[in-house]
């Protein structure tokens, strides 16, 4: 078989999902409308004309102002089970998925209604599906420590429904030192650590994801590859990095898919995992990310298996589930 049907018919891992950024402009219209919200755009066609970003800061904007009509628990459910109906099909198995309740709560929206919505449809997904999940609160980086710390409080009551805790947002200026403490309150709480780092920022907020907030992954982490002693670490200690091929490449991490530097990656022992990061926005779910990365870098069925087994490694699945997945 062609590599394009290989990648769709191996079963797939999602470890870097923003739920808010798989929000598509035909369900965007339908909630804004049962909710009485405005959009700034008047049709499908002219939304999707403004995803044309030249950085991240210029994305975020427009994916912060599409999640303004998001507001009952509904929406959170219908936003949630779009993604799993989407993603089922294309054969993904397990997903851990980010949620930004900053987003949601700085407009007013209570952090009940949010997680509600979401582990609601997770649960179903997987019951209806099969699609096992693990939830991981992200923190807006460019709000402060406090506002981190009462969103950490107020998932407490959740802790149950909650894996881990992130960090995403405006990545330069905010520095994972920024958010030290409330990490490790986080870890004290029993949650896992992961944090985007080095996908606009230097390698310096990785080595500061990983000695001060503990991560077990780190998201994007391309610019690792600036830092040998950096590089070395990851790949000694086999923290995976959480990659996205086409969010890199509409976000300007990368001017051309070819020169992503996979293969370099790969020598140098890191466990490299591919994932779609806002797919509404980026032009494509698990599959779309995969083959676009497997064409352009002309990749054999066998480095997709090894991709696709770093993602099961870089899981937080147990050995037993993970076993049952394969
Ligand atoms: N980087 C930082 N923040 C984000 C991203 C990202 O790729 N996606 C959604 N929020
Ligand atoms: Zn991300």
Known sequence: ??????????????????????FEPELMFKIAKR????????????LKSAYSFNNLQEFLDIY?????????????????????????????????????????????????????????????????LGITYKLILSFLRHLDEASAFETLHQAL??????????????EVGNPPSKFERVFTKAKEEGFITVAHAGEEGPAEYIWEAVNLLKVTRIDHGNRCLEDDRLVKLLADLQIPLTLCPLSNLELKVIDDLK?????????????????????????????????GIAQALNLSKKQI??????????????????EKKI
Not at 4 to 19: A, D, N, Q, R
Not at 161 to 169: A, E, K, T
Not at 307 to 320: E, G, P, Q, T, Y
């Open 1 to 22: 078989v062609s590599i394009e049907k290989f990648i769709e018919g191996i079963p797939k891992i999602e470890l870097h999902l923003h739920i808010e950024g798989t």
């Open 35 to 46: 909710n009485n919200k405005e959009i700034k755009y008047s049709t499908v066609d002219e």
């Open 64 to 128: 912060y102002a599409g999640a303004n009509v998001l507001i009952e628990e509904q929406d959170f459910y219908d936003l949630t089970w779009a993604y799993l109906t989407k993603v089922h099909t294309q054969n993904l198995v397990h997903t851990e998925i980010f949620f930004d309740p900053q987003t949601h709560t700085d407009r007013g929206i209570s952090f009940d209604t949010v997680i509600k919505g979401i582990h609601r449809a997770l649960e179903d997904g997987r019951e209806k």
């Open 157 to 170: 009551p959740y802790k149950k429904w909650i894996s881990g805790v992130g960090l995403d947002s405006s």
């Open 259 to 291: 020169k992503y530097p996979l293969p370099e990656m790969i020598d140098k022992g890191l466990l490299v995992t591919i994932n779609s990061d806002d797919p509404a926005y980026f032009g494509g779910y698990m599959n779309e990310n995969y083959i």
């Open 305 to 322: 298996t090894e991709l696709v087994k770093n993602s099961f490694k870089a899981s937080w699945l147990s050995d037993k589930e993970k």
